[in-house]
């Protein structure tokens, strides 16, 4: 087996820990008791922080588009039902706090904190 292909085996292997939902030291120790060199771990852990990192920035971007739609929905009801009585309104009072919620995480999902 080639270095290459060994890599990429190892690399294989740690997406599945990912997906199974281990983090990055978990893999680490892993791979360290396989007797895999520094560097490799290191390269690996590395591309699987990338993978981390796209993931949670795609479901932020997710969560911008929900946050903003409960927004808008909330905002055109409550202008529709704006000089009625309706108890309407309080559900579209924690509609919109639900879309701002939802926005505030998805904006902080997408610029990393």
């Known amino acids: 087996m080639t ?24 893999i680490e120790f892993q791979f360290a008791d396989k007797g895999v060199d520094d560097q490799t771990i290191d390269k690996i852990v590395h591309e699987i922080s990338a993978l981390r990192k796209h993931s949670k920035k795609t479901r932020g971007k997710k969560l911008v588009i929900y946050g ?16 009625s009585e309706s108890p309407a309104r309080f559900v579209l009072w924690g509609l919109a706090i639900s879309g701002v919620t939802t926005l505030i995480k998805g904006l902080t999902d997408i610029i990393g904190l």
């Open 3 to 26: 270095t290459q292909e060994k890599y990429d085996s190892l690399l294989n292997e740690a997406k599945i820990m990912y997906a199974l939902g281990h983090d990055n030291k978990y």
């Open 68 to 83: 903003l739609s409960f927004l808008a929905v909330a905002f055109i009801f409550t202008l529709l039902s704006y000089n």
